[in-house]
């Protein structure tokens, strides 16, 4: 499995992203696919997660009402559209694969394919 994250960058607070992670490498019925991000020094946070299969999804609450996270399985991508960003978002954001039950989804240690991660600097 490879996962392939992008996007990232420098922007100012109040302005917008979108994060790319392209799957390969298998068929992802069954998994879920998660957004986490970590800044030096600190463990790794969940911030978002999708099922590969159906409608579900979960979103932290430090970002709740400013991210979206979504699919599109015709390109085996999933999106974290990040808006109204503030300063404390500033992280490297990495996408995961994995099959945590739906009330262990943010528990980043039940996933076990990590992309490489993108940095996202967002000024004050």
């Known amino acids: 499995v490879q996962l392939q994250a992008s996007g990232g960058g420098l922007v100012q607070a109040g302005n917008s992203l979108k994060l790319s992670c392209k799957a390969s490498?298998?068929?992802?019925?069954?998994?879920?696919i998660g957004w986490f991000r970590q800044v030096p020094g600190k463990e790794r946070e969940f911030v978002a997660a999708?099922?590969?299969?159906?409608?579900?999804?979960s979103v932290a609450d430090s970002v709740k009402g400013r991210f979206t996270i979504s699919k599109d399985n015709t390109k085996d991508t999933v999106y974290l559209q990040m808006d109204s960003l503030k300063p404390e978002d500033t992280a490297v954001y990495y996408c995961?694969?994995?099959?945590?039950?739906?009330?262990?989804?943010?528990?980043?240690?039940?996933?076990?394919?990590w992309g490489q991660g993108t940095l996202v600097t967002v000024s004050s």
């Open positions: 995961a694969v994995g099959r945590p039950i739906i009330s262990a989804i943010d528990q980043a240690d039940l996933y076990y394919y």
């Open positions: 999708l099922r590969w299969s159906g409608a579900y999804t």
């Open positions: 490498g298998r068929t992802f019925s069954g998994y879920s």
